[in-house]
């Protein structure tokens, strides 16, 4: 049984920084697609970011590139979403997913395994 359990999120000021992980109840954990979504009130759920089982493949959406880093640690199951210069956009409910699949895919409905979220307020 698949279990994604996310932590880390909380109430930051702008221009602050978060880190977001995720730890995988996951058999052969390393060959898992791993990403990063979220969902803010009355919005539909959007791509963050995905890494591909090694670390070296890694896709962002455009809102969060060069501001956020994904990265994963096969050794222990987890998965990370460093999150920096947050802007009061980036408030949401950011959602770990997994999925069993060779390429990374920035669509959500790839992915078969979530986690509960995690809450990311950012202030202004």
């Known amino acids: 049984q698949v279990q994604l359990v996310e932590s880390g999120g909380g109430l930051v000021q702008a221009g602050g920084s978060l880190r977001l992980s995720c730890t995988a109840s996951?058999?052969?954990?390393?060959?898992?697609?791993m990403a990063w979504f979220r969902q803010a009130p009355g919005k539909e759920r959007e791509f963050v970011s995905t890494?591909?089982?090694?670390?070296?493949?890694?896709y962002y959406a455009d809102s969060v590139k060069g501001r956020f880093t994904i990265s994963r640690d096969n050794a222990k199951n987890m998965v990370y979403l460093q999150m920096d210069s947050l802007k009061p956009e980036d408030t949401a409910v950011y959602y770990c997913?997994?999925?069993?699949?060779?390429?990374?895919?920035?669509?959500?409905?790839?992915?078969?395994?979530w986690g509960q979220g995690t809450q990311v307020t950012v202030s202004s």
């Open positions: 997913a997994a999925d069993r699949r060779f390429r990374p895919t920035v669509r959500d409905l790839e992915y078969d395994y």
């Open positions: 996951i058999r052969n954990f390393s060959i898992y697609v």
């Open positions: 890494i591909g089982w090694s670390g070296v493949t890694t």
